[in-house]
């Protein structure tokens, strides 16, 4: 019996659908989910906690891929990966849908105290005539990054009576009208009018800490419906653009009324002092973890793989120097 071929060989590190599996394995590729060491693949497959850096890189000389399931690249050291000429693409819509339903969770969460009044019904308190929330109708609600998560959001949010602003300076203006939201020049400018603001937009040296005190104090309380709402940050984006301890100074001032996270900086967050506080709720980096969202990635990825084995250059590609 002749042995097959073996198109390529494929390491993936932090999981993959079975289904995206099997279809790479019919396409002759060689996948491996528990790999050693890089070396001797010619693609790797990762989610976010695999680091891909330039010393990750320079041990796996025969690389030509990497496959980044999702959307952020933060933990890809692109230039490292462009001077060895490999390419890297990422899955951008997969996990849209996702991501945008666990920002709307959040936001209600915040709102209606679902975490407080849940941790209260365990503790065996019935506070009932504590927990007056606000409706998210009436408010503004601002985007810092305005792609196609933050629209996703902002249609809904139009549906229950928001008010939308944003700060994308990447974005043509035209998209934003089309989506009937206000596009602010000046990042300050959103957080000085909007109660509610949700974080969408990349992790670069320009948006580090990019929420911190001065941004915080800005956020006005009183609603657009003149309610008395308080203020209220959510980010399901990249840790490192919020400042933590800026937050969660804020929080134990008065300054904002509650945030919520589903990314931090040092993950697993661990002993973080942020979860401690009442006005916090979290997640562990769950944005993309449901199982439509994991099945649209796998496959994307699949399809990514077996085209770029044939040949074809991915639409998806991050680092389009490496075309050149």
């Given amino acids: 019996m002749q042995t097959p071929v073996i198109v390529a060989r494929i390491a993936v590190t932090d999981g993959m659908a079975e289904e995206a599996v099997a279809k790479l394995?019919?396409?002759?590729?060689?996948?491996?989910?528990?790999?050693?060491?890089?070396?001797?693949?010619?693609?790797?497959?990762?989610?976010?906690?695999?680091?891909?850096?330039p010393d990750a890189i320079a041990a796996a000389p025969s690389l030509q891929l990497i496959g980044r399931a999702?959307?952020?690249?933060?933990?890809?050291?692109?230039?490292?990966?462009?001077?060895?000429?490999?390419?890297?693409?990422?899955?951008?819509g997969s996990s849209t849908q996702s991501v945008v339903e666990l920002t709307l969770g959040h936001l209600l969460a915040s709102t209606?105290?679902?975490?407080?009044?849940?941790?209260?019904?365990?503790?065996?308190?019935?506070?009932?005539?504590?927990?007056?929330?606000?409706?998210?109708?009436?408010?503004?609600?601002?985007?810092?990054?305005?792609?196609?998560?933050?629209?996703?959001?902002?249609r809904v949010?139009?549906?229950?009576?928001?008010?939308?602003?944003?700060?994308?300076?990447?974005?043509p203006k035209q998209i934003?009208?089309?989506?009937?939201?206000?596009?602010?020049?000046?990042?300050?400018?959103?957080?000085?009018?909007?109660?509610?603001?949700?974080?969408?937009?990349n992790l670069t040296d320009e948006t580090q800490h990019l929420v911190n005190t001065e941004t915080l104090?800005?956020?006005?309380t009183i609603g657009a419906d003149g309610t008395e709402c308080g203020n209220h940050l959510v980010s399901c984006a990249r840790g490192g653009i919020v400042s933590e301890a800026d937050v969660l100074v804020a929080l134990e001032n008065?300054?904002?009324?509650?945030?919520?996270?589903?990314?931090?900086?040092?993950?697993?967050?661990?002993?973080?002092?942020?979860?401690?506080h009442e006005n916090f709720h979290g997640t562990p980096h769950i944005g993309a973890a449901t199982q439509e969202a994991q099945s649209r990635i796998g496959f994307e990825m699949a399809d990514l793989l077996i085209g770029f084995f044939n040949d074809e250059i991915p639409q998806s590609v991050v680092n389009r120097a490496v075309l050149e």
């Fill in 25 to 53: 394995i019919d396409a002759g590729h060689e996948v491996d989910l528990s790999p050693e060491n890089l070396n001797g693949f010619d693609a790797i497959v990762i989610r976010s906690a695999t680091k891909m850096t």
């Fill in 70 to 92: 999702g959307v952020g690249v933060d933990n890809i050291d692109l230039d490292a990966a462009t001077n060895a000429g490999i390419m890297v693409c990422n899955t951008p």
């Fill in 176 to 201: 934003a009208t089309e989506q009937n939201c206000a596009l602010h020049a000046d990042v300050n400018d959103v957080f000085r009018l909007c109660t509610h603001i949700a974080i969408h937009c």
């Fill in 157 to 171: 949010a139009q549906a229950i009576g928001m008010e939308l602003h944003a700060y994308d300076p990447y974005l």
């Fill in 112 to 154: 209606r105290h679902i975490p407080t009044a849940d941790r209260d019904l365990r503790a065996g308190k019935w506070t009932k005539k504590v927990l007056k929330g606000t409706e998210l109708s009436g408010k503004r609600l601002g985007f810092i990054g305005f792609g196609r998560i933050a629209q996703g959001v902002g």
């Fill in 254 to 276: 008065g300054t904002l009324t509650s945030c919520a996270l589903d990314v931090f900086e040092v993950e697993p967050a661990g002993d973080n002092p942020l979860l401690q």
């Fill in 217 to 220: 104090g800005m956020m006005p």
